[in-house]
């Protein structure tokens, strides 16, 4: 009964989930990507995927419209920084002015999230933050990673051709930020572009690309995985002009050594992190069980061919997860002894701990020193899954299943990339507004919040609602996507108003399921705590 106590006095007086205690260094970098070639998944689509866990991103998602610009039209650049500490009390980030580039003469649709994701041609990106070496970041660059995804979407209509402008605007314009993995998909395959800045005081970056084998997936969790380049293989890999001269002249990379490899050249320390690792094996383990891969090994393949078929109720359930039922569930020490006097895990058992509480419990831990680190956490800000579909026309076949906070107690709705328009609630960003009811991700943040404190009881109770809810979006828009094709050869306008308005009332309806689904268990568990 102490034990018991002591659990609902900790669980209660922490601070809210809403409240992030996320610091600069570390915020933006705990994001997992997972990626699926073409032959791997169920229906023959490409996928890339992104959760964005910094805890200071903006929470809204705009439609970028497609444009055409004159001759001498630039494009401005920003990066983004903390904003000051006197903007209203949540944490985020504000845009610095970093210069401009000339402009394109035409620019793609694109949705526009803090990482912008996809675009109206079916290229999509994912993003996973990896650090680096300290002494690679320049403040001289002026491109970051929200402004290369962008540029990306605006310019490109390939995961290929993306990389190549990539390298090219970063060769002359300069990288501002630290190492970054970006995971791009297009209608036919999907990559994954690793950069890091080129030292103090340059211009430029260094950079390398891997191909994922079509009927393989892969996964990146905050760690550099690009490890041997086969230079000779220009279709499974890409790479900067100075991918190992930098290495060689700041001594990390001694062709005495033998093989040349990126990961340790550039980010040997996010190797080393348990964390990231843990969450690569547990993609791998979820995806294809039967390699049974160690969970404590130091580098795990590139990439898997998986078991079966990847669908994307397959994708939801790897980012749901939080290590339940294996031995790194981090509720496992929390037990109570039930009416039968069986010790059990305690309902105020939570799996998305903060770092004290994992301390308290001895949990175990090794994510920059704030404990275990599981694919579901209470800071993500919202998560993507992209499918890209070289099947369907690009008005059709570019679809972003998109989630806002924590998977694990919330539902990603269907957004097509070609929509007029999103609903308000969707474009209004709660980190700006504080907490508001025009702002979707806060219905969803408050549901996450409270359902956390009771995990153990009130997670039926929001699975009771999203599962259902899931598996209707998962089987009405099919039905949709027909009627839109039926109608987009007579009438392109009518089809793109069928999935505008089908996002519209999908988006609108989750919204207001996690509203109700907050009161109800607010009232439900009213004296229970």
Same mark, same amino acid.
């Given at each position: 009964?102490?034990?018991?106590?002591?659990?609902?006095?900790?669980?209660?007086?922490?601070?809210?989930?809403?409240?992030?205690?996320?610091?600069?260094?570390?915020?933006?970098?705990?994001?997992? @990507?997972?990626?699926?070639?073409?032959?791997?998944?169920?229906?023959?689509? *490409?996928?890339?995927?992104?959760?964005?866990?910094?805890?200071?991103?903006?929470?809204?998602?705009?439609?970028?419209?497609? &444009? +055409?610009?004159?001759?001498?039209?630039?494009?401005?650049?920003?990066?983004?920084?903390?904003?000051?500490?006197?903007?209203? @009390?949540?944490? #985020?980030?504000?845009?610095?002015?970093?210069?401009?580039?000339?402009?394109?003469?035409?620019?793609?649709?694109?949705?526009?999230?803090?990482?912008?994701?996809?675009?109206?041609?079916?290229?999509?990106? %994912?993003?996973?933050?990896?650090?680096?070496?300290?002494?690679?970041?320049? @403040?001289?660059?002026?491109?970051?990673?929200?402004?290369?995804?962008?540029?990306?979407?605006?310019?490109?209509?390939?995961? #290929?051709?993306?990389?190549?402008?990539?390298?090219?605007?970063?060769?002359?314009?300069?990288?501002?930020?630290?190492?970054?993995?970006?995971?791009?998909?297009?209608?036919?395959?999907?990559?994954?572009?690793?950069?890091?800045?080129?030292?103090?005081? !340059?211009?430029?970056?260094?950079?390398?690309?891997? #191909?994922?084998?079509?009927?393989? *997936?892969? *996964?990146?969790?905050?760690?550099?995985?690009?490890?041997?380049?086969?230079?000779?293989?220009?279709?499974?890999?890409?790479?900067?002009?100075?991918?190992?001269?930098? &290495?060689?002249?700041?001594?990390?990379?001694?062709?005495?050594?033998?093989?040349?490899?990126?990961?340790?050249?550039?980010?040997?320390?996010?190797?080393?992190?348990?964390?990231?690792?843990?969450?690569?094996?547990?993609?791998?383990?979820?995806?294809?069980?039967?390699?049974?891969?160690?969970?404590?090994?130091?580098?795990?393949?590139?990439?898997?061919?998986?078991?079966?078929?990847?669908?994307?109720? +397959?994708?939801?359930?790897?980012?749901?997860?939080?290590?339940?039922?294996?031995?790194?569930?981090?509720?496992?020490?929390?037990?109570?002894?039930? !009416?039968?006097? !069986?010790?059990?895990?305690?309902?105020?058992?939570?799996?998305?701990?903060? /770092? +004290?509480?994992?301390?308290?419990?001895?949990?175990?831990?090794?994510?920059?020193?704030?404990?275990?680190?599981?694919?579901?956490?209470?800071?993500?800000?919202?998560?993507?899954?992209?499918?890209?579909?070289?099947?369907?026309?690009?008005? *059709?076949?570019?679809?972003?299943?998109?989630?806002?906070?924590?998977?694990?107690?919330?539902?990603?709705?269907?957004?097509?990339?070609?929509?007029?328009?999103?609903?308000?609630? /969707?474009?209004?960003?709660?980190?700006?507004? %504080?907490?508001?009811?025009?702002?979707?991700?806060?219905?969803?943040?408050?549901? %996450?919040?409270?359902?956390?404190?009771?995990?153990?009881?009130?997670?039926?109770?929001?699975?009771?609602?999203?599962?259902?809810?899931?598996?209707?979006?998962?089987?009405?828009?099919?039905?949709?996507?027909?009627?839109?094709?039926?109608?987009?050869?007579?009438?392109?306008?009518?089809?793109?108003?069928?999935?505008?308005?089908?996002?519209?009332?999908?988006?609108?309806?989750?919204?207001?399921?996690?509203? +109700?689904?907050?009161?109800?268990?607010?009232?439900?568990?009213?004296?229970?705590?």
């Amino acid at each position: 009964m102490k034990r018991f106590f002591t659990i609902l006095i900790v669980l209660l007086v922490t601070s809210s989930y809403a409240q992030v205690d996320v610091d600069s260094e570390t915020a933006g970098m705990e994001c997992t @990507s997972v990626t699926v070639g073409k032959k791997a998944s169920a229906d023959g689509s *490409v996928m890339t995927s992104h959760t964005d866990d910094s805890g200071r991103s903006r929470t809204n998602m705009l439609v970028e419209k497609a &444009a +055409d610009h004159s001759k001498d039209a630039m494009q401005e650049l920003y990066k983004r920084v903390n904003c000051p500490a006197d903007t209203p @009390s949540m944490p #985020r980030y504000c845009n610095q002015y970093t210069g401009s580039i000339p402009q394109v003469a035409h620019t793609y649709q694109f949705l526009n999230t803090a990482y912008p994701c996809m675009n109206e041609k079916q290229l999509a990106i %994912g993003e996973s933050t990896f650090g680096g070496r300290g002494e690679l970041r320049s @403040s001289e660059g002026k491109i970051d990673c929200p402004m290369l995804c962008k540029l990306m979407l605006q310019r490109c209509t390939t995961a #290929r051709e993306a990389i190549r402008t990539a390298g090219e605007l970063l060769k002359e314009y300069g990288w501002c930020d630290g190492g970054e993995c970006l995971t791009i998909a297009d209608k036919n395959e999907v990559w994954h572009l690793e950069i890091v800045g080129p030292g103090k005081g !340059k211009v430029g970056a260094v950079w390398a690309a891997q #191909r994922v084998p079509d009927d393989h *997936v892969s *996964v990146n969790a905050n760690a550099s995985r690009i490890l041997e380049i086969n230079f000779k293989d220009k279709d499974f890999f890409m790479y900067s002009d100075n991918v190992v001269s930098v &290495a060689e002249e700041n001594g990390w990379y001694d062709k005495k050594q033998g093989v040349f490899r990126f990961a340790y050249a550039y980010a040997p320390e996010s190797r080393a992190m348990l964390a990231c690792r843990r969450r690569e094996w547990r993609v791998f383990d979820l995806l294809a069980p039967s390699l049974k891969l160690d969970p404590n090994a130091e580098n795990y393949p590139f990439s898997v061919k998986p078991d079966s078929l990847v669908t994307v109720e +397959d994708m939801i359930r790897v980012f749901h997860d939080y290590y339940e039922g294996t031995e790194y569930d981090m509720r496992k020490t929390l037990t109570v002894t039930d !009416k039968d006097g !069986k010790s059990v895990i305690s309902p105020l058992a939570n799996p998305f701990m903060k /770092y +004290d509480e994992q301390k308290l419990f001895r949990i175990n831990g090794g994510w920059h020193g704030r404990g275990e680190r599981t694919i579901a956490v209470h800071f993500t800000v919202y998560a993507t899954i992209l499918q890209c579909r070289n099947w369907l026309p690009d008005e *059709v076949g570019a679809l972003c299943w998109f989630d806002l906070d924590n998977v694990a107690s919330s539902v990603y709705v269907p957004i097509y990339a070609s929509v007029a328009d999103l609903p308000s609630t /969707y474009k209004t960003c709660g980190r700006v507004t %504080g907490f508001s009811r025009d702002a979707a991700w806060w219905a969803f943040n408050r549901l %996450g919040t409270i359902a956390a404190k009771r995990w153990g009881d009130m997670h039926k109770v929001t699975d009771a609602v999203w599962q259902p809810l899931q598996k209707e979006f998962l089987k009405t828009h099919l039905e949709v996507e027909k009627n839109a094709l039926g109608l987009l050869n007579s009438d392109r306008a009518a089809a793109l108003r069928l999935l505008t308005d089908y996002t519209a009332k999908s988006c609108n309806t989750a919204v207001e399921k996690a509203w +109700d689904t907050g009161d109800y268990i607010w009232t439900k568990f009213d004296g229970a705590w």
